[in-house]
């Protein structure tokens, strides 16, 4: 089965600190993964997927195979950015997401 | 309403009681999926329904019955339920073969008692 792991359940930064949110997936195929966020008081969101290879609100993570990592990167942090973060991967069966258990980032003034 | 409406948002019941949670999509998706979130633990996939037909059962208890009955409907039917299911349990949808991300409801918070 597939796995994701998110190794901190929460990351406190300095705001205009760079901030690196851990993602290791478990799957022998070519996995798609996603980062999904949820602000305070909204419902869980699509922030970027690998195969876009896009920045979404400064951020970006590249799929890394060697290291079955998948590390969401954001060189300077703001206020805003304080929310909770899930990986998620997808394997061959397309329906079916799996999501790691969530990284609280904390972004202080 | 546009996106992904789940109802109710609360919902507090027995260990003996029957109810359930509703799911409603208006974004003309083709699957649909139950999630349950519990404290500290990774969003568990409990369901999934593609064009109607469930493809995945992850395990789960009996005591959880979904239903679907058309592509913008779902339904997750709860009886003699456990402490242990007092969870957020989330609705999301997708377009299989088309943009494929999971757009999600609100949630539902259940309390057993």
């Known amino acids: 089965a597939q796995r994701v792991t998110q190794p901190e359940k929460l990351l406190s930064v300095f705001k205009g600190a760079p901030v690196e949110l851990k993602c290791n997936y478990s799957?022998?195929?070519?996995?798609?993964l996603f980062w999904y966020v949820q602000y305070s008081r909204q419902r869980l969101q699509l922030l970027l997927r690998?195969?876009s290879r896009e920045s979404i609100k400064g951020f970006t993570a590249d799929l890394n195979k060697g290291e079955t990592s998948f590390h969401l990167k954001k060189p300077f942090a703001q206020e805003e950015d304080s929310a909770m973060y899930y990986c998620?991967?997808?394997?061959?069966?397309?329906?079916?997401?799996?999501f790691g258990s969530g990284t609280k980032l904390n972004v202080k003034p | 309403e546009t996106g992904v409406t789940q109802t109710p948002r609360h919902l507090v019941m027995g260990m003996t009681n029957k109810k359930s949670l509703k799911c409603e999509q208006h974004?003309?998706?083709?699957?649909m999926y139950w999630y349950k979130q519990s404290a500290k633990k990774p969003l568990e996939l409990m369901f999934v329904?593609?064009?109607?037909?469930?493809?995945e059962n992850n395990s789960v208890p009996s005591r959880f019955s979904p239903e679907c009955p058309n592509s913008s409907h779902l339904f997750l039917h709860l009886h003699t339920l456990q402490p242990e299911d007092s969870a957020l349990y989330l609705c999301?949808?997708?377009?299989?073969?088309?943009?494929?991300?999971?757009?999600f409801g609100s949630g539902t918070q259940l309390s057993v008692l």
């Open positions: 998620a991967s997808r394997g061959r069966n397309f329906n079916k997401f799996y």
């Open positions: 329904y593609s064009l109607e037909e469930r493809v």
């Open positions: 999301a949808s997708s377009q299989t073969g088309g943009d494929e991300k999971l757009f």
């Open positions: 690998h195969i």
């Open positions: 974004l003309g998706h083709n699957a």
């Open positions: 799957y022998s195929g070519s996995p798609e």
